[in-house]
């Protein structure tokens, strides 16, 4: 039960759902190269939530979520990703794989996106939910069953951003705790500083404005 409680870190950074954790009882686990980690305990286990302030505009930081092939390329852990079904410029459905050391099981998810921007602070909200009966269950792959996460996006400036995460998953089967140990030390930094490495290539800087269309960056 333990491991099952804890493995609530391992998916750190990758996916995205709903605003509405209320902003209390979060317990200050660490900061490092600007990345502030949170957690607290829940009901049936721990919630994550970070801060970072990312170099970027607003529409850049959408192209790149947006961009779900290149996942792997910032996501922990995650060794596949690809777009579902494009329902609309603000809502889309896709799956993503994440790679697990030996003798561990594979786990893949597969989430339901909604992007909402609030009229009067204009900050953006992408809102992710697991929907795991939406495609048929891979051999010899854990479904992840129970994933809701949130990614809200500020402008501080024209070019800057304060991103805020939650995370509340189930990655499912038990977890040995040298791996959920890893995610949390590891994960959460490692993603966003590769996030900052991709936003700071010319195809994302050179996004200026939010489009009602879904085009992503070549």
Same mark, same amino acid.
């Given at each position: 039960?333990?491991? #099952?409680?804890?493995?609530?870190?391992? !998916? %750190? @950074? *990758?996916?995205?759902?709903?605003?509405?954790?209320?902003?209390?009882?979060? &317990?200050?686990?660490?900061?490092?190269?600007?990345?502030?980690?949170?957690?607290?305990?829940?009901?049936?286990?721990?919630?994550?939530?970070?801060?970072?302030?990312? #170099?970027?505009?607003?529409?850049?930081? !959408? %192209? @790149? *979520?947006?961009?779900?092939?290149?996942?792997?390329?910032?996501?922990?852990? &995650?060794?596949?990703?690809?777009?579902?079904?494009?329902?609309?410029?603000?809502?889309?459905?896709?799956?993503?794989?994440?790679?697990?050391?030996?003798?561990?099981?594979?786990?893949?998810?597969?989430?339901?996106?909604?992007?909402?921007?609030?009229?009067?602070?204009?900050?953006?909200?992408?809102?992710?939910?697991?929907?795991?009966?939406?495609?048929?269950?891979?051999?010899?792959?854990?479904?992840?069953?129970?994933?809701?996460?949130?990614?809200?996006?500020?402008?501080?400036?024209?070019?800057?951003?304060?991103?805020?995460?939650?995370?509340?998953?189930?990655?499912?089967?038990?977890?040995?705790?040298?791996?959920?140990?890893?995610?949390?030390?590891?994960?959460?930094?490692?993603?966003?500083?590769?996030?900052?490495?991709?936003?700071?290539?010319?195809?994302?800087?050179?996004?200026?404005?939010?489009?009602?269309?879904?085009?992503?960056?070549?």
């Amino acid at each position: 039960m333990k491991n #099952n409680s804890l493995a609530y870190l391992l !998916l %750190a @950074l *990758f996916l995205s759902f709903s605003g509405l954790y209320a902003q209390k009882n979060w &317990v200050f686990q660490k900061e490092k190269d600007g990345v502030k980690v949170y957690k607290r305990k829940v009901d049936d286990g721990y919630e994550l939530k970070l801060v970072a302030v990312f #170099n970027a505009a607003p529409a850049a930081m !959408l %192209a @790149l *979520f947006n961009n779900v092939a290149e996942y792997p390329k910032w996501g922990y852990r &995650v060794a596949h990703s690809e777009l579902l079904k494009r329902v609309s410029a603000t809502e889309f459905y896709y799956y993503s794989r994440f790679s697990f050391p030996w003798p561990l099981e594979d786990r893949d998810v597969v989430m339901r996106t909604t992007i909402t921007t609030d009229a009067k602070t204009n900050a953006i909200t992408l809102s992710s939910r697991a929907v795991p009966d939406f495609i048929p269950e891979k051999q010899g792959i854990v479904r992840v069953r129970k994933a809701n996460v949130t990614w809200k996006l500020s402008a501080q400036t024209s070019a800057s951003i304060e991103g805020e995460y939650y995370l509340s998953t189930h990655p499912g089967g038990i977890l040995p705790d040298w791996t959920v140990n890893l995610a949390n030390d590891t994960g959460p930094i490692e993603t966003v500083q590769k996030m900052k490495k991709l936003l700071s290539e010319e195809r994302y800087k050179n996004v200026k404005q939010l489009s009602k269309s879904p085009h992503l960056p070549d």
